[in-house]
């Protein structure tokens, strides 16, 4: 301890974890902080010469500082497919000091490693991405002066994050993976939804606390999926400590398809066929939308409404006339029985036998005019009925 708190070395590409009740106050880091459930957990991976300083959370104090040269320390690190990490290995003094690195994978691997020439005394490893088979123990065998060292050693877990489907739309499912190259004790390792309002850079809020198993691989299933689920994240904790979060960030589409307003339809018969498309008669339908106008009634067409108008208008006109013609033709036969004096009384007798006409009967030429009209009349019906059966057969 110090008079700034805790003081802590930390070994160029190391890693750094603390916890408090709070939350951290640091700027220029390339620290990590999650929150859950009021408490902050603060991780510091790849630490390099930035990340230097005071870190306060609350009253309590960290100073981090760099370490000049390695020691016989064993240290675990935690890394996500992707990432770097550096291995260091390093002498201070003029002494005469070599390094040489051993891996042993944890998996069987054809992979091969290049480590530095040990300008100035300086022996370190560094891996610029990391893959699952990088997985292992990493050992920097020392000497100086042919005297043997206590070697430095790293022993790397990949961390690896899937999501499947990596496409999901709203209302759909989500299986969440997060997989450990090396099982080690303790170790926890869980999922952990993130609140979206809360995340900012490297600093997040979980929902809930992280209940997870001691696994090499956890599987988690987000079903009915919303957009405000997400953000997750694979954390990964060891003996209490967060030594790994990786933030997932899930593709959660909404579905393009509208709901479009019922809609009518109504038969239309087809006025022309093409060839080889339809046969005569088909029937076609139409969809009508509210935005169209409404059809006429069904079975009854605009030209067949304006032709029985038509003919109902001339059968009006006629029947009109036919009584304006009987009207006449009866005042002007009572005429002619009133005019003539000099043959009343035979006229009378006439008239009295039926031979001369009276008022209300009709001659014999108002009956010829009354068959012309109705000659006329029945051609009208036989036009119109023609008129009628052709609009059908269209």
Request: glycine share 8%.
């Amino acid at each position: 301890m110090t008079g700034h708190g805790k003081l802590i070395q930390v070994a160029p590409g190391s890693d750094v974890s603390e916890s408090c009740v709070g939350s951290w106050s640091r700027t220029g880091t390339s620290a990590t902080e999650l929150t859950l459930d009021d408490t902050a957990h603060f991780l510091v991976q790849n630490f390099q010469q930035r990340d230097r300083g005071l870190y306060r959370c609350g009253v309590q104090e960290i100073t981090l500082e760099q370490k000049p040269a390695s020691s016989g320390d064993a240290t675990l690190l935690y890394r996500a497919v992707g990432q770097s990490v550096h291995l260091f290995c390093k002498f201070l003094g003029t002494e005469t000091c070599w390094g040489n690195w051993n891996w042993t994978p944890h998996q069987a691997s054809n992979l091969e490693l290049t480590q530095n020439r040990g300008l100035d005394g300086d022996y370190s490893l560094h891996i610029s991405s990391v893959g699952w088979g990088h997985s292992g123990v990493f050992s920097c065998q020392r000497q100086c002066l042919g005297r043997p060292l206590k070697p430095t050693s790293y022993e790397l877990v990949v961390v690896k994050a899937t999501v499947e489907p990596q496409h999901v739309y709203e209302g759909g499912d989500v299986t969440l993976r997060c997989s450990l190259s090396h099982l080690t004790t303790p170790v926890q390792v869980c999922w952990i939804h993130l609140d979206p309002n809360q995340c900012f850079g490297r600093r997040y809020r979980g929902y809930s606390s992280c209940r997870g198993t001691n696994a090499a691989a956890v599987s988690h299933t987000v079903s009915i999926v919303s957009s405000v689920q997400s953000q997750w994240a694979c954390a990964v904790f060891h003996g209490g400590t967060l030594r790994a979060l990786l933030p997932v960030q899930l593709n959660v589409s909404k579905h393009t398809t509208t709901h479009s307003p019922p809609t009518h339809t109504t038969p239309v018969r087809r006025a022309a066929t093409l060839p080889g498309k339809h046969s005569e008669g088909t029937m076609v339908t139409r969809d009508t939308t509210a935005t169209q106008h409404t059809e006429p009634s069904a079975g009854v067409s605009v030209p067949h409404v304006c032709v029985m108008s038509v003919f109902g208008l001339v059968v009006l006109i006629l029947v009109a006339l036919t009584a304006l013609l009987l009207w006449k033709r009866t005042d002007k036969d009572v005429e002619v029985c009133e005019d003539e004096d000099e043959r009343r009384t035979s006229d009378e007798e006439a008239c009295a036998e039926g031979l001369l006409p009276h008022r209300g009967s009709v001659t014999y030429a108002s009956f010829a005019q009354m068959l012309h009209l109705q000659i006329l009349l029945l051609l009208l019906v036989a036009l119109k009925r023609r008129v009628t059966q052709s609009y059908t057969l269209d």
